[in-house]
């Protein structure tokens, strides 16, 4: 019989467990609450409940909503339909001044050129072509059109009907945002928070968005209020940090709202208040902030904050899931591998983790191993849990090392080797993992000093290999 260690995430990262025995060496670590499955004894907790991944507290390394940073650009500022020449309404029929404007633009009228590029890039009384909205956005800007000077840098940042270029974006960005034209100073800050296109500096990137901000511009208002969180560009200040979260929100800019309610969540700029944090959240979400959609489940799925739901988790878990939020993917997996709010599904949970697993999530690649080892869902396939076991183990999850450490020493997916077994437990082991340095005891009790030493020195090459493959 083997046990392999399951992970399901929380504050502290607890596990709800499945790990290994020796098989060369005698029964032993005997625990509670057994279910069969396959050829495999699952060992789940008693004394834990269900718990996900937990809400990020800001304790020592202050950082709200993060995940969201930076906003990022957005498509072409102006709605088709508030064209220059229709300042108060649409034309009624895109098809009828298509002609009129393409007959100004051969004459070098720059606004039918940057409107031609707007009704190209959408579709509007033309086929979508991106690469004629370029053509006519280039045209306008190069006649000093902020707003096609802008349009132009967001195909470039985004690869639509040329090639992506992150340097020609922020070149357009930058005559826009010579121009004052917040949107582009909004999008030149970003580039230059993430070093895109540019050098990556803080301090421009704050005052590019501060130009923008103080226009009003939303996205702007919110990244700066990021920066004041994380103190990069800005002297580390949360009241500082809730009044552009704030100024943003009153603008109903979702994941400004899902920041103020992680200063509320925790207390920082502002007295700590659960009640605002949960409903600043669902506002977000219920605009489609796929963060805030996350944070809620996870609200729900702790029952911490709020009464514990498990139906409204999934239901909030699996619309993040479905923007690629992959946390929510992994704890919708987490539902229905146990049937909390869901019957459960096996097929559905492998389903789940597949998407988190994909996306390098290590507890997801973990659990799936975990369902490919006990046939769970997907067909019986020792090879392919290892191979999940492995992506994990080597991102530092402990839970995945330990099992790996099982797969050898049962010879399971691998050829069996207990010097590789003592080796993968030892880095678990390591790692904090209470299975594996219970199973190191044991081993070292009742395995030869040969075999211990050959997998210490196993152990010290593999983490030397490990560290290795994280630097390239």
């Given at each position: 019989?083997?046990?392999?260690?399951?992970?399901?995430s929380?504050?502290?990262?607890?596990?709800?467990?499945?790990?290994?025995?020796?098989?060369?060496?005698?029964?032993?670590?005997?625990?509670?609450s057994?279910?069969?499955?396959?050829?495999?004894?699952?060992?789940?907790?008693?004394?834990?409940?269900?718990?996900f991944?937990?809400?990020e507290?800001?304790?020592?390394?202050?950082?709200?909503?993060?995940e969201?940073?930076?906003?990022?650009?957005?498509?072409?500022?102006?709605?088709?339909?508030?064209?220059?020449?229709?300042?108060?309404?649409?034309?009624?029929?895109?098809?009828?001044?298509?002609?009129?404007?393409l007959i100004?633009?051969?004459?070098?009228?720059?606004?039918?050129?940057?409107?031609?590029?707007?009704l190209?890039?959408?579709?509007?009384?033309?086929?979508?072509?991106?690469?004629?909205?370029?053509r006519?956005?280039?045209?306008?800007?190069?006649?000093?059109v902020?707003?096609?000077q802008?349009?132009?840098?967001?195909?470039?940042?985004?690869?639509?009907?040329?090639s992506?270029?992150?340097?020609?974006?922020?070149?357009?960005?930058?005559?826009?945002?010579?121009?004052?034209?917040?949107?582009?100073?909004?999008?030149?800050?970003?580039?230059?928070?993430?070093?895109?296109?540019?050098?990556?500096?803080?301090?421009?990137?704050?005052?590019?968005?501060r130009?923008?901000?103080?226009?009003?511009?939303?996205?702007?208002?919110?990244?700066?209020?990021?920066?004041?969180?994380?103190?990069?560009?800005?002297?580390?200040?949360?009241?500082?940090?809730?009044?552009?979260?704030h100024?943003?929100?009153?603008?109903?800019?979702?994941?400004?709202?899902?920041?103020?309610?992680?200063?509320?969540?925790n207390?920082?700029?502002?007295?700590?208040?659960?009640?605002?944090?949960?409903?600043?959240?669902?506002?977000a979400?219920?605009?489609g902030?796929?963060i805030?959609?996350?944070?809620?489940?996870?609200?729900?799925?702790e029952g911490?904050?709020?009464?514990?739901?498990?139906?409204?988790?999934?239901?909030?878990?699996?619309?993040?899931?479905?923007?690629?939020?992959?946390?929510?993917?992994?704890?919708?997996?987490?539902?229905?591998?146990?049937?909390y709010?869901?019957?459960?599904?096996?097929?559905?949970?492998?389903?789940?983790?597949?998407?988190?697993?994909?996306?390098?999530?290590?507890?997801?690649?973990?659990?799936?191993?975990?369902?490919?080892?006990?046939?769970?869902?997907?067909?019986?396939?020792?090879?392919?849990?290892?191979?999940?076991?492995?992506?994990?183990?080597?991102?530092?999850?402990?839970?995945?090392?330990?099992?790996?450490?099982?797969?050898?020493?049962?010879?399971?997916?691998?050829?069996?080797?207990?010097?590789?077994a003592y080796?993968?437990?030892?880095?678990?082991?390591?790692?904090?993992?209470?299975?594996?340095?219970?199973y190191?005891r044991?081993?070292?009790?009742?395995?030869?000093?040969g075999?211990?030493?050959?997998?210490?020195?196993?152990?010290?090459?593999?983490?030397?290999?490990l560290?290795?493959?994280?630097?390239?």
């Amino acid at each position: 019989m083997s046990r392999l260690e399951r992970r399901t995430s929380s504050p502290e990262h607890l596990n709800s467990i499945a790990c290994s025995e020796m098989i060369t060496l005698v029964i032993f670590l005997v625990l509670v609450s057994v279910t069969m499955a396959s050829a495999f004894l699952f060992v789940r907790r008693k004394d834990v409940g269900p718990v996900f991944c937990s809400v990020e507290l800001i304790l020592n390394n202050p950082a709200p909503c993060l995940e969201i940073f930076p906003t990022g650009v957005q498509t072409a500022h102006f709605d088709p339909g508030v064209l220059h020449e229709h300042r108060h309404g649409a034309p009624e029929g895109y098809q009828d001044v298509v002609m009129s404007y393409l007959i100004a633009a051969e004459q070098g009228d720059a606004k039918a050129q940057y409107n031609l590029g707007v009704l190209y890039e959408y579709g509007r009384g033309v086929k979508q072509d991106y690469l004629a909205a370029s053509r006519f956005y280039r045209m306008a800007a190069e006649q000093g059109v902020a707003e096609a000077q802008y349009n132009l840098g967001v195909l470039y940042e985004n690869g639509y009907g040329v090639s992506r270029d992150f340097l020609e974006a922020s070149r357009w960005y930058r005559v826009a945002a010579d121009q004052g034209f917040a949107p582009a100073q909004n999008n030149l800050g970003v580039l230059y928070a993430s070093g895109q296109g540019v050098r990556q500096d803080y301090d421009k990137a704050a005052g590019l968005y501060r130009m923008a901000a103080d226009q009003g511009f939303a996205q702007a208002q919110n990244n700066l209020g990021v920066l004041y969180v994380s103190g990069q560009g800005a002297q580390q200040d949360f009241a500082e940090a809730f009044k552009y979260f704030h100024l943003a929100a009153d603008q109903n800019f979702p994941e400004a709202l899902c920041n103020l309610g992680d200063l509320y969540l925790n207390g920082c700029g502002v007295p700590q208040d659960y009640d605002e944090s949960v409903r600043l959240y669902r506002m977000a979400a219920e605009q489609g902030d796929a963060i805030a959609q996350s944070k809620l489940g996870a609200i729900y799925a702790e029952g911490q904050i709020a009464a514990r739901d498990y139906s409204a988790a999934e239901y909030w878990f699996h619309l993040a899931a479905e923007q690629g939020v992959v946390k929510a993917q992994y704890n919708m997996g987490v539902l229905y591998e146990n049937g909390y709010g869901v019957p459960r599904d096996y097929l559905e949970a492998s389903r789940f983790y597949h998407m988190a697993a994909d996306l390098g999530f290590a507890d997801a690649q973990n659990n799936l191993g975990v369902l490919y080892a006990g046939g769970l869902g997907v067909a019986l396939d020792f090879g392919e849990a290892f191979k999940y076991f492995r992506m994990a183990a080597e991102q530092g999850n402990a839970s995945s090392q330990t099992n790996i450490g099982v797969m050898y020493v049962y010879g399971q997916g691998v050829p069996q080797s207990d010097e590789y077994a003592y080796a993968w437990w030892t880095l678990a082991a390591d790692n904090g993992d209470q299975k594996a340095q219970g199973y190191l005891r044991f081993a070292e009790e009742h395995l030869s000093p040969g075999v211990i030493e050959k997998g210490r020195q196993l152990a010290r090459w593999i983490r030397m290999q490990l560290k290795n493959s994280l630097k390239q």
